[in-house]
């Protein structure tokens, strides 16, 4: 099984990047992170770039699959960003919004929590996506509003989770290991990217790209075509199985 | 009165010029906890002596105080949201950071004074915090309350088993419903009722703390920020910035209060509620509301704030009666009255009923031991200072109640020398055995709960979510989820509730008499505390995972040497390396040391404790491993963590359940386990098996 993997990640209009997205690939496993850290003032990025710094490295030191390895890199993630912040004495909190992706061999699982999205997509078409830790998710969960109306809902910024020692009940995982198809394709990426990008131009760009790296090409073209002056950090992270 | 003698832990004058407070403990010259809070003896608007902080949330710090002028202890609020600004060691003034954040903090500021001037009218309300002063200083703003000596509705429900009777609970809520009458005829929402929130004195009157204005003021400018509302309390407009606000708030999360206090559940959290509503009858919780009642709770809890009551009065007319419900319900008049002959309770001070005073006076009696139980703001719920004195013995006529109910099983009370088995600690501690007692981590938010072996009973003890349980004597020992994991001990009744570490504690086991535990905040380190809480001692420089207590060795594996293992013993006198692999999931049994082999595809391998004889077990990757009665319990990793058993000799392995599994406990007949696909839910399985069943259905 052969992966390729791209990612990008800008600070947008803003100056700083709290966005981080990072993967490594060791034997048969592969860990592969988006990160959006929450806050606005300092701590932002400092949150996502501990945590996914800490996953790689829980991830390197003890390369594996299974959803148990997932949550004890998740656990490893929580105790790291815990004493990150007793070790700044910072009582402000640090959070961040967290997808990671765990491959095995031929399987794959994933957990997440706020609003940074894990996509899947098979035989060219959306097969799932995470649902958000966020207030209009719940709307549209419910019926109140319409799964588009997320994008540019009000309430947008309200998330209801964010990875953090406190939240950890919230975590979402995937229900069961998937087994990996040939062509099968994920994207992680943060609000700053799906917000711009919607699932039908996702799949489109998607036809048009063999590689990773074109296909995020594309779809960063729709984001700069239609983000307005001093809009949010993006990052994406995309992956092609063959 | 000299000031300089004054103890800053509790605002009493020491007798001479010693260092050490011999009423509270507090050591004068102590440094603020964090670099954040004001130092003890700041003097604040040349008249309010700063001291200890009391508690601590998202949005402010509230300390304990004396009026220099009238000589009398108060509780002070800051404003300091922690998101929005900060402070630097030493100094005094805050600064907010730049930009929007700036601007929210601002917009805080000015509803948080703007709420304290308003209060300030309800100045001496029996039912309302007393306000006395506000002012700005510091580049934020104060408010001056009353000091009152009590505990939280929280804190009572806790002492009082995780349970209250029906009537209690209305008792408690009716002061708070007239209370809230009052403040929304000023227009002004409390926003932020939950248990603890509502403060219950030493006279048994019940105190509304804590105005969620600035809190909420926040929450509808911020950009980003999680949204900080008490899940289960807070109705679903509160979530959304153009949500309507208005009575039926108040009146849902005091709905909210009310149905978690008679049914020992917090509702689910609004926000799921809008999509599959899972909320159950309290009447199906067991509690024992009459149609009418149940009907009018439900209602107050709709989940559209059009389907709820739109006055508190509405609510209060159906609860009160007005109603022709098969079971007459006792009127707050015969309330009051059995209070008033209780307790010397002004006249028109609402009060609670007798036995809930009963039961405060008797918890204040038991905390005793020098601290004061504070009316004040503890945002964020830091209810560290409930401390209670097992020593002062016998607990309220309602406690002696149960006991008796409980003394009818056979109780084994001997102090037994571990308080789990290790294999248990390593799988979370979900249960602990004591005669045909086990005590659990039930499936309702982890609560800690008591089923007799046969009986299919199961009893409520505290409602806090424990794990890492472990029994010995008359208490039960666990690390609290709900207090950052520190250690509680709590008896078998619920009662005499107490916690007995400053810091989070991880695979807590108890052993002839000590707790040892690794410090969450020291890196994981081995640590051990008696088990009344005293001689905190660090056994071990090594930063830890894992822990196994066997025969006066404390097994562990070394972050700082690659997860191997090593052992200590219990004296700390000596230490010494046993194995030179990557371990995880060390259990010990019959001189033999088990653990899963990380440098050889986490197969299950055993030892000798001394090392030697190092050998595999089974070929088998494994997660959780579970030694007892010469079984080995585990997940094999590559039948999808389904729960096996194989005997310690690597022979006549057995599938016991298909489903993916973690956290295997054995308990006398039983195991337990969570399913990795449901989150939390716990299972029971018999030990060849059979008879799956989720934890709730009793042993």
New interface residues.
Partial sequence: MKIDVSMLSNPGGRKVNEDYTDYNILDEFGCYIMADG????RG?DIASKAVAKSIISSFNA?P?F???KLQEYMRNAA?AL??LR?AE?K???L?TTLVVLLTGEDKACWAHVGDSRLYLFRSGRLAFQTRDHS?PQ??A??G?ITADEIRFH??R??????FDSSNF?KIR?S??PVRLEEGDRFLLCSDGFWEYVIESEMEDSLAQSRTTQKWLEIMEGKVISKAEEGHDNYSALALIVS | MDIDRLCMGCMTEKPGDEAKCSNCGFVEGTAPESPLYLPPRTVLENKYLVGRVLGQGGFGITYLAWDLNLNVKLAIKEYFPQDLASRAAGHSQVSAYSGSMGSQYEYGLDKFLQEARTLAQFEGHPNIVSVRDFFKANGTAYFVMSYVEGITVKEHLANAGGVLPVDQARGILMPVMDALKEVHSVNILHRDISPDNIFINKKGQVILIDFGAARQAIGEKGRSLSIILKPGYAPEEQYRSKGVQGPWTDIYAIAATYYHLVTGKQPPEALERLVEDPLEPPSKLGAALNDDEEKALLKALAVRAEDRFQSIQDFQDVLMGKCTGGVTAPTPAAINQAAGAAVKTETEKKAIPLSLIIGVVAALVIGAGGYGLWASGVLGGSDADVTTDQSVGAGPEVENEIDAAVNEGSVQTEANYFGNSGGNISNGGLAALQGDQIFFRSNQGGSLQVGTSGSGETRAISVDSAWFINVSGDYIYYSNRDDNNRIYRVDRNGGNRESLTDNGAWFTTLADGWLYYLDESDDYRLYRISSSGEGKTRLSEDTAWSLYIEEDWIYYANRDDGNKIYRVSSDAGQKEKINDNASSSINVADGWVYYINEDDGSSIYRMKTDGSENEKVIEQPAWFINVADGWIYYADEEDEFSLNKVKTDGTGRVKLVSEAVRYINVIGDWILYMDQAEQDNIYKVRLDGSGRNLLESGF
Wanted: hydrophobic content about 15%; proline content about 0%.
């Fill in positions: 929450l806050g606005g003032h932002g003890s594996g299974s959803t148990e105790l815990e004493q007793s004495r009582e402000s909190s959070k207030v719940h709307l969960d419910s109140s009000e309430d910024n309200r998330l209801t989770a964010s009940n995982y229900d069961k």
